[in-house]
T-cell receptor
Framework: AQKVTQAQTEISVVEKEDVTLDCVYE???????LFWYKQPPSGELVFLIR??????QNEISGRYSWNFQKSTSSFNFTITASQVVDSAVYFC????????????FGTGTRLQVFP | DSGVTQTPKHLITATGQRVTLRCSPR?????VYWYQQSLDQGLQFLIQ???????AKGNILERFSAQQFPDLHSELNLSSLELGDSALYFCASSTYRGGSEAFFGQGTRLTVV
């Protein structure tokens, strides 16, 4: 069965601290896709990144970086030098892309960045 | 702006009523998804349409139905509403190619009183 676990319910940091959001997934498929979405206080869901199961290269985009490790079924997200605008709920999601590419979401991690 | 438009943004209605939520996908996207976000269930997949045809069903109640029209917009119909149906309903669209990323609308917040 497919499952995404985000064990950290809430994280609080002070601005400029680095923070890592954990994501562990379960799937029986060899082909799958992993995503991160951001939900700011305004409520919309903003796409951040997509990785496929064959590409374990880490990715960096500005202050954001992602570490994908198949050996531990993890897809962790690090924000470097956090800012108040990073305050949001972050969701990790899995898609097996077989007959459907529906997203299976984790429960989310609420990140609060204090000035 | 994701390019996905959902209307209305807010909806307040009474138990037992029926409502329709509307979604216009991004230009060029053939696939539309509906998700429900509630405090107790989190973000749950409801249903997917691809080019007018139902593609997949998730945890969608029998009181709920959806369709995708020839112009690719989609509607989610919720009937015999109960207090527990209060939630944020998201529509998303994608190109549906090998786990393509889905772009979400701003959501419709439904409050059943």
């Amino acid at each position: 069965a497919q499952k995404v676990t985000q064990a950290q319910t809430e994280i609080s940091v002070v601005e400029k601290e680095d923070v890592t959001l954990d994501c562990v997934y379960e799937t029986r498929d060899t082909t799958y896709y992993l995503f991160w979405y951001k939900q700011p206080p305004s409520g919309e869901l903003v796409f951040l990144i997509r990785r496929n199961s064959f590409d374990e290269q880490n990715e960096i985009s500005g202050r954001y970086s992602w570490n994908f490790q198949k050996s531990t079924s993890s897809f962790n997200f690090t924000i470097t030098a956090s800012q108040v605008v990073d305050s949001a709920v972050y969701f990790c999601a899995l898609s097996e892309a077989r007959d459907t590419d529906k997203l299976i979401f984790g429960t989310g991690t609420r990140l609060q960045v204090f000035p | 702006d994701s390019g996905v438009t959902q209307t209305p943004k807010h909806l307040i209605t009474a138990t037992g009523q029926r409502v329709t939520l509307r979604c216009s996908p991004r230009s060029g996207d053939l696939s539309v998804y509906w998700y429900q976000q509630s405090l107790d269930q989190g973000l749950q997949f409801l249903i997917q349409y691809y080019n007018g045809e139902e593609r997949a069903k998730g945890n969608i109640l029998e009181r709920f139905s959806a369709q995708q029209f020839p112009d690719l917009h989609s509607e989610l119909n919720l009937s015999s509403l109960e207090l527990g149906d209060s939630a944020l309903y998201f529509c998303a669209s994608s190109t549906y190619r090998g786990g393509s990323e889905a772009f979400f609308g701003q959501g419709t917040r439904l409050t059943v009183v």
